[in-house]
């Protein structure tokens, strides 16, 4: 739809419906029934000009010809501001402007421009916080409650999740060690909630590069797509061009078309670049998990249930609300081998060369062997290589997606037992690093988001630890604010993290919702003491000596959670208002407010196997630590955990079986190899060892045999 059919449809521009919507005392249902009593809805979205195409801005049709407008696009929505949507508005604002001035319109006043942008950012928090409001309290006893049976009916939770606690009702939440099957979860609607805005095109960070910088013209974009990933010589990128000749559906016009044997599959969310090898097909294949797959599974997970209660788990409640997929190789034969030369480089015989060697000649599309090599890259301060190998290995995903997948947290899910199912998870994980750098924040928060809906419940590398720092940067406050309200982030001890806490109060704050964010940072205070006090005294500098009672010293999982958000505090409470407000607030906890020493439930002499913990500390949580490279993190994991378990780059500690029954569930790299291929490969290995040690041996000889000879003239000559 174009711009001006816009204007003709919507009169009211982005400061008008604000003000419409903040100025009616009732909430949205109200301002609805409103409407249909007008001839004709009006568009009263957040940003109409979100829905019109990059081309639309000197669009030329009639103006009398109208299309008609969407149900949804008329229906009134509360929707979540983001930095894209502001951007957005912005960006359409300046191409009205452009058109304008080439119409004879006088330019408008940069004074006045300000101070719409001053009366637009007004108006938009103003909504922001009366949005807020409408929610239920956060300690309201129906918020959570209620929850979602098997047969689709709302019915009281029989376990009581409410407890009291001075006087107010609470989440009583349960700890993950005791229910390792997520038995307790049931909330499904609000799961769904959390992902229902998913959409591929905020996972492509030339989106958000377009928005920042909307004076990029069309060729300046072909030519940032025209750009190889990788350093290349240009006669090796004559005959990767020759190759894309002969390769059909390679490409494309749109960097975007790829060939999958005999069809033809359009990337999602990544671009072909001019210096990656055409190829027919993919390296893998998407299958969907059986129930009887996912029935061996919870039995790993829960190996003290019956199997009769498992299967009926797996088929009234898990099968019936997720889809659970898994990556294999096309190949097995090549995969098999490729991975036997890259576990023989990494693990066995550590040879950087061997490595970067099997990416650039033999298999170019090797996921473990791309990351794995993108990781030396910048260890060696080479990040424009590191930046493209990780987005090759994307690409080999996207490649195998099929049509209709959607990162919605119920429609793909990957179980973390299979090995490239981790392969690329750890890929986005890099990814999310990559994009971030590039200063492409929304795009890394959209791919936290979809890190989080791959296994919302077990959530493997930690994503609840780390993307409250890209949303609350992205200034996304309200869906930080659903976040730390969903049962998703509260059923579990473990799920309400510290990070979550201290950023939802801060995104309170940043919406004037004192009250609320007073209230919160004293569940923030109950649940993390000693990160609480730590912040007091390290991070905010104040004066300890008014705390009345001891602080309880922190176990080794606080202790790791509190120095990663530590590391990363200061870029999202950096006014000085915002620090303020935290160091008066806990300076009235600590004055006002009793600590009740949490009891600690967890018998020391349970040898019950938990997939989800190592030495009492979140598995997750330790991955997490690993893979954000940040030293003051990585130092406070226990020595134990680096000598006695896997922590490989490529699969930082994986899944391990505990029994015979579960080895046949657990894919790792060596149950993958090829033991025949590895036994003949470290023969040669050695062998080839044995002749440099030899040829190194006669060298020396000969170096010796020479120093003799031209000792004896000078013993003559003496």
């Not at 196997?609 to 130092?635: G, K, T």
Request: hydrophobic fraction near 35%.
């Amino acid at each position: 739809m174009s711009s001006r059919q816009l204007r003709r449809l919507g009169k009211d521009d982005l400061e008008t419906t604000l003000l419409k919507l903040t100025s009616k005392s009732g909430s949205p249902a109200v301002v609805e029934e409103d409407e249909e009593h007008n001839e004709r809805a009006k568009p009263v979205s957040s940003n109409p000009f979100m829905f019109m195409n990059d081309e639309d801005g000197e669009d030329e049709e009639d103006e009398d010809e109208v299309e008609p407008v969407p149900a949804e696009v008329l229906a009134p929505k509360v929707e979540i501001e983001t930095k894209s949507q502001k951007l957005n508005a912005k960006k359409a604002n300046k191409k009205k402007n452009k058109k304008n001035k080439k119409q004879g319109k006088k330019e408008a006043d940069p004074a006045n421009e300000d101070e719409d942008d001053e009366e637009f950012y007004r108006l938009l928090n103003q909504f922001q916080k009366k949005n807020v409001k409408a929610y239920k309290s956060l300690d309201s006893e129906d918020e959570y409650d209620e929850y979602d049976d098997d047969d689709g009916f709302t019915t009281a939770d029989e376990d009581a999740n409410q407890e009291k606690e001075d006087g107010s009702s609470v989440w009583k939440r349960y700890d993950l060690r005791n229910d390792p099957g997520f038995s307790k979860f049931k909330h499904f609607k609000q799961l769904a909630a959390m992902f229902e805005s998913f959409d591929f095109k905020q996972l492509i960070p030339d989106n958000e590069f377009k928005q920042l910088f909307d004076d990029l013209s069309p060729e300046s974009l072909q030519d940032i797509d025209s750009v190889t990933s990788t350093h290349v010589s240009p006669e090796v990128l004559k005959q990767i061009d020759r190759l894309r000749r002969l390769v059909k559906n390679w490409s494309g016009k749109d960097k975007r078309s790829v060939p999958n044997g005999g069809s033809v599959r359009k990337l999602q969310f990544t671009k072909i670049r001019d210096d990656w090898l055409p190829t027919v097909r993919g390296e893998f294949l998407m299958k969907k998990v059986s129930n009887e797959q996912l029935v061996s599974w919870l039995k790993w997970q829960r190996p003290l249930d019956w199997d009769t209660v498992i299967k009926d788990d797996v088929e009234r409640k898990w099968s019936k609300h997720f889809d659970y997929y898994k990556f294999d190789a096309l190949d097995d034969t090549g995969s098999k081998k490729a991975l036997t030369e890259f576990y023989l480089s990494t693990v066995l015989h550590p040879d950087h060369e061997a490595l970067i060697s099997i990416i650039s000649s033999q298999f170019p599309y090797h996921v473990p062997g791309l990351l794995q090599v993108a990781l030396i890259c910048v260890r060696q301060g080479d990040k424009s290589n590191s930046n493209g190998l990780v987005e090759r290995a994307l690409f080999v995903f996207d490649r195998c997606l099929k049509n209709g997948i959607l990162f919605n947290g119920k429609d793909f899910q990957l179980p973390y037992i299979y090995f490239y199912n981790r392969q690329f998870y750890l890929a986005i994980m890099r990814y999310i690093q990559v994009v971030s750098q590039r200063g492409a924040i929304s795009t890394a928060a959209q791919w936290c988001k979809t890190l989080l809906s791959l296994s919302p419940l077990e959530d493997p590398l930690g994503a609840r630890y780390f993307m409250d720092h890209y949303l609350a940067v992205n200034e996304e406050y309200q869906y930080i604010i659903q976040m730390v309200k969903n049962p998703l982030f509260n059923l579990y001890k473990q799920w309400f993290t510290l990070g979550l806490g201290l950023t939802a109060v801060y995104s309170y704050w940043k919406l004037s919702c004192i009250e609320e964010a007073q209230q919160l940072l004293r569940q923030v205070w109950k649940h993390y003491p000693s990160s609480v006090y730590k912040i007091y005294t390290e991070v905010l500098l104040a004066d300890p000596s008014q705390l009345k009672f001891k602080i309880p010293s922190a176990d080794v999982s606080t202790s790791i959670e509190t120095k990663a958000y530590i590391t990363r505090m200061g870029v999202v409470w950096k006014e000085t208002e915002a620090k303020k407000f935290l160091r008066d607030e806990l300076a009235s906890i600590f004055n006002t407010c009793s600590l009740n020493t949490p009891s600690n439930d967890i018998d020391e002499d349970d040898t019950t196997p938990s997939p989800f913990f190592i030495e009492n500390i979140p598995i997750n949580l330790l991955r997490f630590a690993v893979l954000s490279q940040e030293s003051s993190v990585m130092a406070a994991i226990p020595e134990k955990i680096w000598s006695d378990y896997s922590v490989f780059e490529f699969d930082v500690l994986p899944p391990k079986p505990h029994d015979r029954e579960s080895e046949d569930v657990i894919e790792t790299i060596e149950s993958l190899i090829d033991s025949k291929h590895l036994e003949v490969s470290q023969m040669e290995r050695f062998a080839d060892e044995e002749l440099l040690q030899q040829i190194n041996q006669l060298s020396l000889r000969e170096y010796l045999e020479q120093e003799q000879r031209l000792q004896q003239p000078n013993d003559e000559i003496e």
